[in-house]
């Protein structure tokens, strides 16, 4: 095959939370993307991808060989390119893939780790989050084309939260896809959905991350203000990319309300559930929305199917 | 020839900062810091921190290595990046405080840090299974506190634990795992020889 004809291929990291608290990222996704035209076959036998404490609990090599034994086996499945819609992988598998490509002394050290298992790497892959590739391969004018059940009146506050945007979406190696502070690419995928991009001045505020699992306490304020503001700004829903915001923003609303003396009841899906339903999928199994914990009118009026 | 960690005797060792520099990632950027405070002002949790980024690298700089290993910095931080985005000088602030984190816990400065406790059942996790297995990673960190403790933020969470097992999102039975545990856990290993190796190599020299 000439190498100018050869496509692209996507070999898909699901990630841990895709088996347990973000199932319905994980459906979406897959629902959306061959409608959005690529092509992916999941990465076979995967392993976690270190996480925010990988580092601190297992050190800094076996975290690297971690993210190297994906990317060996995806090399095995002659991909070009590895896909997730994971903040968290994406921020380690691609950190860890460009620092191997940098440095032949890492890399040695990671082949070295992987040789006890028959496995290699050789720095062949591109690491690429699904939004990015969204934005650079398919184009927000796919996106309305596909379209066929417009979210008509659907008011969308998109938060995109931190590692998915930091720190590469704006590096050359990153796909140069939008900025660190003031992304504007779910606003697009929301408005080319049909639905309002309202306007959402924290949309990469942190929600505390792995800190809002540990230690609560310290990082409720922070949630408190992304939902003030996306209530504020009139948002039917918090449409995200990443796994954690979603369950953070979602799950401590409760705790919140005790905690501050609030009333919020504000939906918070991924950008992907909304695109399933856009684009006429079913609402459960494609688009997952029955697997939110917070319901709104609403969120309930989506989830079903015409 | 590379630089052996200080000893403690001594409040302030430059030997330490060339310690980081040489060892921690991130770390030969530190001479850069003009001290603007644009990472501590950045930072979401800045309000938390004994000392924030921006003093935590003047002290690394002083040689202050008890103070700076013992910073509650290092167990804030949300890993937002926003420091490093920010960094007029294009330090990454972020790795080097996250590599700080990890050296602090293999030199046994964090056995009792709860960030730290968190980070072991994690790994736990991941080495026995080669993924994280949310609840048990959540059940075994509450429950590293005692048993009362882990039964008290049990309770707590229950309603968060109801509702995830009412969507679907909260996996029931056994733990995913990789196919082959096993060469999982013998790269694992290796990696780790090779890490304490290169770490030993350096203190000799």
Redesign the interface.
């Known amino acids: 095959m000439n190498s100018k004809d050869a496509r692209k291929k996507y070999v898909y990291y699901p990630g841990?939370?895709s088996?347990?608290?973000?199932?319905?990222l994980d459906e979406s996704l897959r629902a959306i993307i061959p409608e959005l035209g690529l092509e992916m076959e999941e990465l076979d036998?995967?392993?976690?991808c270190?996480?925010?404490?990988?580092?601190?609990?297992?050190?800094?090599?076996?975290t690297?060989?971690?993210t190297?034994?994906n990317l060996a086996k995806a090399e095995t499945q002659h991909a070009t390119d590895v896909i997730t819609g994971c903040a968290a992988c994406y921020?380690n598998t691609h950190g860890a893939n460009e620092r191997i490509k940098a440095d032949v002394a890492l890399q040695n050290?990671?082949n070295?780790?992987?040789?006890?298992?028959?496995?290699s790497y050789e720095a062949s892959l591109q690491v690429r989050h699904a939004c990015e590739v969204i934005v650079n391969e398919v184009g927000i004018d796919k996106i309305k084309e596909r379209v066929t059940q417009p979210l008509d009146g659907l008011k969308v506050a998109g938060y995109v939260g931190?590692?998915t945007v930091?720190?590469f979406a704006?590096t050359e190696s990153g796909g140069n896809y939008d900025t660190?502070?003031d992304p504007e690419f779910l606003d697009q995928f929301a408005e080319a959905c049909g639905a309002e991009a309202v306007d959402f001045n924290v949309k990469?505020?942190?929600c505390?991350?792995?800190?809002?699992?540990?230690?609560p306490e310290?990082?409720l304020h922070?949630i408190k203000e992304i939902l003030q503001a996306a209530e504020d700004a009139g948002a039917d829903v918090i449409s995200t990319p990443c796994p954690l915001c979603q369950t953070n923003v979602e799950?401590y609303q409760?705790e919140i309300n005790k905690k501050f003396g609030t009333d919020f009841n504000l939906p918070v899906v991924f950008y992907s559930q909304l695109m399933a339903k856009a684009f006429g999928l079913d609402g459960r199994k494609d688009a997952g929305l029955?697997?939110?914990?917070v319901r709104s009118e609403k969120l309930d009026i989506l989830v079903q199917n015409a | 020839m590379a630089t052996p960690l200080p000893d403690s005797s001594q409040k302030y060792d430059l030997g330490f900062a060339r310690w980081v520099y040489e060892n921690v990632k991130g770390g030969d950027q530190l001479s850069m810091c003009m001290q603007c405070g644009a990472c501590s002002g950045s930072c979401p949790i800045g309000t938390d921190m004994d000392h924030g980024p921006r003093k935590l690298i003047m002290m690394i700089r002083a040689g202050m290595k008890d103070t700076v290993l013992r910073s509650n910095t290092l167990w804030n931080c949300t890993s937002c990046y926003r420091c490093t985005v920010r960094c007029p000088r294009g330090i990454p602030v972020t790795s080097i405080v996250q590599g700080l984190a990890a050296k602090a816990v293999s030199l046994g400065y964090a056995d009792e840090v709860v960030t730290s406790r968190f980070a072991r059942s994690f790994w736990w996790s991941v080495t026995h299974f080669g993924r994280t297995d949310e609840r048990l990673v959540t059940a075994k960190f509450y429950f590293s506190f005692g048993l009362a403790e882990g039964i008290k933020r049990g309770l707590g969470n229950l309603k968060i634990a109801l509702d995830l097992i009412l969507k679907g999102r909260m996996h029931l039975g056994l733990p995913h795992k990789v196919s082959d545990t096993g060469g999982l856990q013998a790269i694992l290993e290796k990696a780790a020889e090779i890490e304490a190796r290169d770490q030993l190599g350096e203190d000799k020299s």
């Open positions: 841990c939370s088996q347990g608290s973000s199932k319905h036998d995967w392993n976690c270190g996480a925010s404490v990988g580092n601190i609990g297992g050190g800094p090599l076996p690297t060989a971690l190297g034994r921020l050290k990671v070295e780790s992987l040789a006890v298992a028959d496995l931190c590692q930091r720190p704006n660190f502070d990469t505020s942190c505390g991350g792995s800190i809002s699992v540990i230690s310290k990082t922070l799950m409760a029955h697997r939110n914990t």
